[in-house]
């Protein structure tokens, strides 16, 4: 809005003298000039068209000037200096364009994290591994066996055969002879008697020299096999990867734009 011009002609504005004429009321004039002053001062202190403010009233003014920013619909028409701020950024096409939703919404400078008119950011966040801290996880060993087969198998035995020298010292036996007798009586002979003679008795003395045998066994793999088994070990689980908040605390306004 362009500056309101002094006021002119200033010499309708007076007081009627005495004698008929007309005298300026310099203190009218003078306050008149302060107010023009202050009017054209509000008037360069309006914020410009596509401005944020928030606040806590529920509902947008009636004037026209602030809209809510809920996404609401508005008319190129109506609105034409906000559409040639902010277009269809938010939506909208034709004869129509949305306003942005300022719900859920945290205001930063652009040109970092979020371009201008832009968003970013998230309310929940879910860890990946990447951002997860170093650390540990406990393991469960029940143990385990493994079942051994084993092949029969065979030894080969090498008997070259030997001999024992036996040593003979000999030996004899002694005997004693039985004695006949004749018959007292009569003078005869006796023709015949008990012999009461003994062999004595003795030790052979031989004995059989000791000899190794020679017999050796051949050596032979023992064959078998091992099973497979599983080690029954498991690595026990952590966390649940639900999503986390990240919002910081806030106090819930209402974002208004100017039009």
């Known amino acids: 809005m362009a500056d309101l011009p002094s006021f002119r002609p200033r010499g309708l504005i007076g007081r009627v003298n005495r004698d008929g004429g007309v005298?300026?009321?310099?203190?009218f004039l003078q306050w008149l000039d302060l107010v023009l002053r202050r009017t054209n001062?509000?008037?360069?202190?309006?914020?410009?068209?596509?401005?944020?403010?928030?606040?806590?009233?529920?509902?947008?003014?009636?004037d026209g000037e602030w809209?809510?920013?809920?996404?609401?619909?508005l008319s190129v028409s109506d609105y034409p200096d906000l559409f040639a701020v902010i277009g269809y950024t938010f939506g909208g096409a034709g004869a129509s364009f949305s306003l942005p939703n300022a719900q859920d919404l945290i205001m930063m400078g652009a040109g970092g994290a979020a371009s201008l008119m832009g968003t970013a950011g998230a309310l929940t966040q879910t860890l990946t591994t990447a951002n997860?801290?170093?650390?540990?996880?406990?393991?469960?060993?029940?143990?385990?066996?493994?079942?051994?087969?084993?092949?029969?198998?065979?030894?080969?035995?090498?008997?070259?055969?030997?001999?024992?020298t036996v040593t003979d010292p000999g030996h004899t036996h002694s005997v004693d002879e039985?004695?006949?007798?004749?018959?007292?009586?009569?003078?005869?002979?006796?023709?015949?008697?008990?012999?009461?003679?003994?062999?004595?008795?003795?030790?052979?003395g031989v004995t059989v020299d000791s000899a190794s045998t020679g017999v050796t066994v051949g050596n032979a793999t023992a064959g078998g096999t091992n099973s497979t088994a599983t080690t029954g070990i498991t690595?026990?689980?952590a966390g649940s990867?639900?999503?986390?908040?990240?919002?910081?605390?806030?106090?819930?306004?209402n974002w208004l734009i100017k039009t």
Do not use: W, Y
């Open 235 to 237: 690595v026990n689980s």
């Open 178 to 204: 039985a004695a006949g007798a004749a018959d007292a009586a009569t003078g005869a002979d006796v023709t015949s008697a008990t012999g009461g003679g003994t062999s004595g008795s003795a030790t052979t």
């Open 23 to 27: 005298s300026p009321d310099q203190g």
């Open 132 to 164: 997860m801290p170093a650390h540990s996880h406990g393991i469960t060993d029940p143990g385990h066996t493994h079942t051994f087969t084993g092949t029969p198998h065979n030894h080969t035995v090498t008997d070259p055969g030997h001999d024992h």
């Open 41 to 62: 001062a509000q008037e360069n202190q309006r914020p410009p068209t596509g401005t944020l403010i928030c606040t806590l009233a529920s509902a947008e003014p009636d």
């Open 241 to 253: 990867g639900n999503a986390f908040s990240i919002l910081p605390p806030v106090l819930g306004v």
């Open 67 to 73: 809209k809510l920013c809920d996404g609401q619909s």
